[in-house]
């Protein structure tokens, strides 16, 4: 597979961890979406899809910023998209709409994790 020279190329937020861990947070729900019903493709299911992505995006952004401050704004912004992931679970999960608890345990802890993370990360940035 041939890809875009962008590939090449080196960015300031590939090198976070926090970045790594959304790419997990990403893969986990789009797993765990792919179980809502069919009702839930235009509603539940794309709003946590766009919250989770919303992270991923959010972390990039900010590591483009030409201040501590200014990054420290995205990775909040991250921070409230991740706590929209969780509200979408909490809906999802008061539906009953998973049948695996195993995926749903796996995916909170990863997101605990992801926020203590994104949390220290900002309370740097806004030490600097």
């Not at 041939?2 to 090198?15: A, G, T, V």
């Not at 992505?53 to 909040?76: P, R």
Request: glycine share 4%; aromatic share 10%; charged share 25%.
């Amino acid at each position: 597979v041939r890809r875009p020279s962008f590939y090449k190329m080196s960015f300031k937020f590939e090198k976070l961890e926090v970045w790594e861990l959304s790419l997990v947070l990403n893969d986990l729900v789009y797993e765990l979406a792919g179980n809502l019903p069919a009702v839930e493709r235009y509603n539940l299911h794309a709003q946590i899809i766009r919250a989770s992505t919303s992270v991923s995006l959010n972390i990039a952004e900010g590591s483009t910023s030409m201040s501590d401050k200014e990054q420290a704004k995205f990775i909040g912004y991250a921070i409230r998209s991740l706590i929209e992931v969780v509200a979408c679970l909490k809906l999802a999960e008061r539906r009953a709409y998973f049948s695996d608890a195993g995926s749903v345990v796996n995916l909170n802890t990863h997101i605990n994790l992801l926020f203590r993370k994104l949390q220290a990360f900002k309370a740097y940035l806004d030490k600097k």
